[in-house]
């Protein structure tokens, strides 16, 4: 009787042993989990932080750069000729105010939704792919009078192509937007309008007359005037000129004055 007694027992305390030695494991391999998931944390940290970095870097870098490629571009008395750029903003810029009106964030009209236009940059098929090229790249251009206030009084009464001199010393404002992953860097050129008179005769009044017309050799849609703005010869004495409807004026030669970058 006394060893079935104490068999019983010895059975019972082998039972309890093994059930305190089971909670001993689960709470050694919790702490081994908790340890292991905190490494993975926070390598993954160290990752991603690095990953920002150096996407951040190549925003900055591209933004940089194609700044001072437009700068070179622009700021070129010969950008009439070779420039795309130039051309667009020649036929559309400080002029048409119904079409791209100025930007004022105080007048009605004339805010970030009807002021600003944005272009999407893609890399040409027809080269090799660019090393450590953004996932995206954007301009966002924008244009304001020139800062002062016998202009401002005057375009509460006329539109802005219709102030004639005045209008020089306007700005052009160029947003040089890279994204890359979560990180975005902005670098935004400032460009200074200076308009000179010409003879619309002249090698840059007639280059002014084509780029206004200039087409896609496939189709009738206009390369540098997509709202096919017509152009005025104030030198015509046969003609009224009408600056409202017909803007693009071939006795006017725009130099385009780098300012600033920030």
């Known amino acids: 009787m006394t060893y079935l007694i104490f068999g019983k027992s010895n059975k019972v305390s082998r039972e309890k042993n093994r059930g305190a030695a089971m909670m001993l494991a689960i709470v050694i391999i919790g702490i081994i989990l908790v340890f292991t998931f905190s490494l993975l944390l926070v390598s993954y940290t160290l990752y991603a932080s690095q990953n920002k970095k150096v996407s951040s870097v190549r925003c900055s870098e591209a933004a940089n750069s194609l700044s001072v490629a437009l700068e070179d571009e622009l700021d070129n008395p010969d950008a009439y000729k070779y420039s795309a750029l130039y051309k667009y903003l020649r036929c559309n810029a400080l002029q048409g105010t119904k079409t791209w009106p100025y930007y004022d964030p105080d007048t009605a009209g004339h805010g970030r939704d009807e002021a600003?236009?944005?272009?999407?940059l893609k890399t040409n098929g027809n080269y090799d792919a660019v090393e450590g090229f953004p996932g995206s790249m954007k301009l966002?251009?924008?244009?304001?009078?020139?800062?002062?206030?016998a202009i401002k009084e005057k375009l509460k009464t006329k539109n802005f192509e219709e102030l004639?001199?005045?209008?020089?010393?306007?700005?052009?404002?160029?947003e040089i937007i890279a994204e890359s992953g979560s990180q975005t860097y902005t670098v935004i050129n400032t460009y200074e309008v200076k308009i000179s008179t010409i003879e619309s005769t002249s090698e840059e009044g007639n280059a002014i007359a084509n780029m206004a017309v200039a087409k896609y050799?496939?189709?009738?849609?206009y390369i540098y005037n997509p709202m096919?703005?017509?152009?005025t010869d104030p030198s015509n004495s046969n003609v009224t000129p009408n600056y409202t409807d017909k803007p693009i004026i071939l006795t006017e030669m725009w130099s385009l004055d780098f300012k600033s970058r920030e």
């Open 116 to 120: 600003f236009r944005y272009f999407d």
């Open 140 to 149: 966002c251009i924008y244009w304001t009078p020139k800062d002062d206030d």
């Open 164 to 174: 004639g001199s005045d209008r020089s010393g306007a700005e052009i404002h160029i």
């Open 217 to 221: 050799p496939d189709t009738n849609d």
């Open 228 to 231: 096919k703005l017509e152009t």
